[in-house]
């Protein structure tokens, strides 16, 4: 052979070396990406029916304490929680010892103070099961039954990022009244044969009290997250202006996104991916009303966005308000885990899930079928969001490895 065609054929070899290289180095990363995320998904399934047992394995005997420990700045709660059951256990049943109007904001809530000293809010149920919620995607009033299955969807979509809900029924005469503030007492009346309350907020009016079945309340009580991480308020940058006739810039500018990754803490770090799960979170559940988000204090776009106040959501299954995706069809990326979950999830496995987890929880059934149909649908249409995008742009610009340090500079 000529020292030409040796030359040739070993430029040839080097190439395929290389190439087989790099080929399986990526591939053996892909596979234990992709292995951790199956397991992950794996146990969730495995342990998606939570019993309401009061028994405490743990040393610490206080469940306050237990769900107090659990919080880091990634999570509220842990991946392993086989104390979840005793926390939310004594969320429904521990006995109230102070009620008092609820924390500023714009809905009706209570907030209780339980046994042990843990406060709770606690969202008192306004519609039936069945009712639509007819007007602006965002209409109406806050539902309770949607705090409990936003909480569940947290976890089956394994972000960790919701804090602990639960159903409760509460007797307003004797569990509530003799321990309320005159703040809260003086909003109570009498509609009939129903004790009904109006408490103080934005929209608060006494002429629209929450009403109880008799005495007894039907709500959803949230786990108050602990004092040692002060949250910090922020503005979404996908937030409406709620003015008829005035359009945030993201509804008219396609290249928002670009501008948005050019400002902290969206430039670096996880909070971009972060609002990006939360869109698709968001979607599921139909809530086009995260004008604002926290975050823990002084975390330098470290720390999670925490999925608080998710009552706005399950409102009309029949629509589908696919401008809550925007973060989501303008960036164009989207976390490989959430990917993976995503379609772990598909072909009815997230309804099915969903009405597992919420079997166990004592305002069952939480949801109506045609909101958990409309979960399926939903997650098709995200599905083909990101697929338009990869087609698009490709996988490896959309698909982006949320274990590695981000930067969108």
Avoid at 3 to 13: D, H, P, S, T, W
Avoid at 224 to 252: C, F, I, M, N, S
Wanted: aromatic share 10%; hydrophobic share 40%.
């Amino acid at each position: 052979m000529k020292l030409k065609q040796r030359v040739v054929l070993l430029a040839i070899l080097l190439v395929i070396f290389i190439f087989t290289k790099v080929f399986l180095i990526d591939n053996l990363d892909t596979s234990a990406a992709n292995r951790e995320d199956q397991r992950a998904f794996h146990h969730m399934m495995a342990n998606l029916h939570v019993e309401l047992d009061p028994r405490l394995d743990h040393t610490l005997q206080s469940p306050w304490e237990i769900a107090a420990q659990w919080v880091v700045p990634r999570e509220v709660y842990p991946e392993e929680t086989p104390e979840l059951g005793a926390v939310m256990h004594a969320m429904t049943t521990k006995k109230i010892i102070k009620a008092d109007v609820g924390y500023k904001g714009t809905q009706l809530k209570a907030l209780l103070i339980l046994e042990g000293g843990q406060k709770v809010v606690f969202k008192p149920k306004r519609y039936a099961r069945d009712y639509v919620v007819e007007g602006e995607p965002y209409a109406g009033y806050d539902r309770h039954n949607a705090e409990v299955a936003a909480f569940h969807l947290d976890r089956i979509l394994g972000f960790r990022r919701a804090p602990l809900v639960v159903g409760r029924f509460v007797n307003l005469r004797t569990e509530i009244k003799p321990v309320a503030t005159e703040q809260l007492l003086g909003t109570f009346m009498t509609v009939g044969n129903n004790t009904c309350f109006y408490g103080k907020c934005y929209y608060c009016r006494e002429t629209e009290p929450a009403c109880a079945d008799g005495d007894i309340m039907e709500g959803s009580v949230t786990l108050w997250l602990p004092d040692v991480w002060p949250l910090q308020k922020h503005r979404h940058p996908w937030g409406r202006t709620y003015r008829e006739g005035k359009l945030a810039r993201w509804e008219y500018d396609e290249s928002y996104c670009d501008a948005v990754k050019k400002t902290s803490p969206y430039d670096s770090g996880p909070r971009l991916l972060d609002i990006i799960d939360t869109a698709v979170f968001d979607y599921l559940i139909g809530n086009a009303d995260r004008h604002h988000y926290e975050s823990f204090q002084d975390d330098e776009g470290a720390s999670m966005l925490i999925l608080l106040d998710n009552a706005k959501s399950f409102g009309n299954p029949a629509l589908d308000e696919r401008s809550i995706l925007a973060p989501l069809y303008q960036c164009c990326i989207i976390r490989v885990s959430t990917w993976n979950r995503l379609n772990y999830l598909k072909n009815g496995v997230l309804k099915s899930a969903l009405k597992t987890a919420m079997s166990h929880d004592p305002i069952s059934p939480v949801l109506s079928d045609r909101h958990l149909d409309a979960l399926d649908q939903r997650l098709v249409s995200i599905l083909a969001t990101v697929k338009q995008c990869t087609d698009q742009f490709g996988t490896d610009a959309v698909l982006v490895e949320d274990r590695m340090t981000l930067s969108h500079l």
